[in-house]
């Protein structure tokens, strides 16, 4: 294809915030090469689509599309974690020009460039290059590493993503530096397993600020926590390391807050599933949290219908869930995905039914406790980030204790003029299942 002076690219980004930080890295490059981001099909040259493979319904939204880009536009690259399995695209859209695996921008890029040429402009080079964010301007992810060395049964991460590979501290450091200079007010780091930071490098000794400093994570919260935006931890794998991390919330260094999946509380499904598998270990860490922040809010997920889980055992979860008093969760019922381990448990699988009924039960459960939890901030001063500005007066917030777009909010009537990224200070008055009132 010949060289034009202008071309455009339509972007369909699916999947967790790990593949948004992607989307953004390829965004980011098409601007500085000189390529336009098209916002609808028809204008533009080529669409690509980033695409999550984690579990089926996300193969079969990723799937879905691949098959619209395909019929609106007729020009479509593929990526992400569904392209590490690149036959079931071919096979599927013969048409695709190009199929890559996730973090491959590079070969997007090369993809992009021999497919669809722009004729060199001197002047591209002159424009300084700004880094696209799909977030709005107030928070930001920050893609610590990428891969994982564990390897989860029901879990094909690690053969999508590959081993755990830690960024250098100090580039992570200069770029979440620039974010804050820019007007970012909370960092969410990310990974596929944040606490593992710095394992694969030994935890080398990298420099920043002129001071040299470990690849580590304790290393790497401290020095963020000097920035002066909020620092929200997310998928922390439960390793012992991460009772390190406590004193710095309770110090205000990062927020009181650990997302941190369990998956289950059963003994015997936690080794099945290859996670760590001592439930009274994992409440005693927890009473220790408390003990030492006593306002640290914790997240978890888990999966229910694991193959081979009894009544029994699912009833060990709830009562687990009863006693570790979690503030927000999340449940998914199990479902095979194609190359898992897991796999091979197949003749003990859980009927969809019961799969669907222990999920309904486990939330149940834990919606009483979480509106509890949520209760006994009524009467209390939070300090709220504004998130956005809603009509008459109402402004839309999250407390610490809350990640954008996965937990609660912080609604405020009558609240004065206020801007995204704001922080006040407000007394909570009511609360429902899952946000917080308050009057300005
Ligand atoms: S920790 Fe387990 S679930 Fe998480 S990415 Fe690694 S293998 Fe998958």
Same mark, same amino acid.
């Given at each position: ?44 040259? /080529? ?58 921008? %590079? ?72 974010? /804050?200079?820019?007007? /970012? ?14 394992? %694969? ?62 998956? #289950?509380?059963?003994?015997? *499904? ?56 979690? %503030? ?38 834990? #919606? ?25 007066? /109402? ?15 912080? *609604? ?9 990224? %704001? ?18």
């Amino acid at each position: 294809m010949s060289a034009q002076a202008t071309r455009s690219v339509g972007f369909i980004s699916l999947g967790c915030p790990k593949a948004t930080v992607d989307s953004e890295r390829i965004l980011s490059s098409l601007r500085a090469d000189g390529y336009s981001i098209s916002p609808n099909y028809d204008k533009a040259d /080529v669409v690509i689509v980033n695409t999550c493979g984690f579990i089926d319904e996300a193969i079969t939204e990723s799937l879905d599309a691949i098959g619209e880009a395909l019929t609106e536009n007729g020009k479509v690259i593929v990526t992400g974690c569904l392209g590490a399995k690149s036959s079931l695209i071919r096979d599927k859209f013969p048409a695709v020009i190009a199929v890559t695996g996730p973090q491959e921008t %590079d070969e997007v890029m090369s993809a992009i460039r021999s497919n669809f040429p722009i004729a060199e402009n001197p002047h591209v080079d002159l424009i300084p290059r700004h880094d696209v964010r799909l977030t709005p301007r107030h928070y930001a992810y920050l893609k610590i590493s990428e891969g994982c060395n564990h390897k989860c049964t029901f879990c094909i991460i690690p053969s999508m993503r590959g081993k755990l590979v830690s960024r250098p501290i100090g580039s992570i450091l200069e770029e979440a530096r620039v974010l /804050v200079k820019s007007g /970012v007010r909370e960092l969410l780091v990310i990974s596929q397993d944040t606490s593992a930071f710095g394992v %694969d490098q030994k935890y080398r000794t990298d420099f920043w600020n002129g001071k040299p400093i470990k690849t580590r994570l304790l290393e790497l919260s401290t020095e963020l926590g000097k920035l002066g935006a909020w620092v929200r931890l997310h998928y922390v794998y439960p390793y012992p390391n991460v009772d390190d991390l406590i004193p710095l919330m309770s110090d205000g260094v990062i927020l009181p807050y650990l997302d941190i999946p369990f998956q #289950h509380a059963s003994h015997r *499904i936690l080794k099945l599933m290859k996670r760590p598998a001592n439930s009274e270990n994992v409440l005693n860490r927890i009473n220790t949290w408390r003990s030492i922040c006593p306002d640290i809010a914790i997240r978890s997920t888990f999966i229910v219908g694991f193959p081979g889980e009894t009544e029994t055992e699912f009833q060990e979860l709830l009562d687990f869930l009863t006693e570790a008093n979690l %503030d927000r969760v999340g449940c998914f019922e199990y479902s095979a995905v194609e190359g898992a381990t897991a796999n091979h448990l197949q003749e003990m699988n859980v009927p969809d039914e019961v799969k669907s009924d222990r999920k309904a039960r486990l939330m149940q459960h834990q #919606h009483k406790i979480s509106s509890q939890r949520l209760r006994e901030k009524i009467g209390t001063t939070q300090t709220v980030l504004i998130d956005e500005m809603c009509a008459e007066n /109402v402004a839309i917030g999250r407390t610490q204790y809350d990640a954008p777009e996965i937990d609660g909010r912080v *609604i405020i009537r009558n609240a004065p003029q206020l801007a995204s990224g %704001d922080i006040v200070k407000t007394i909570i008055t009511d609360s429902d299942d899952h946000d917080l009132f308050a009057n300005a």
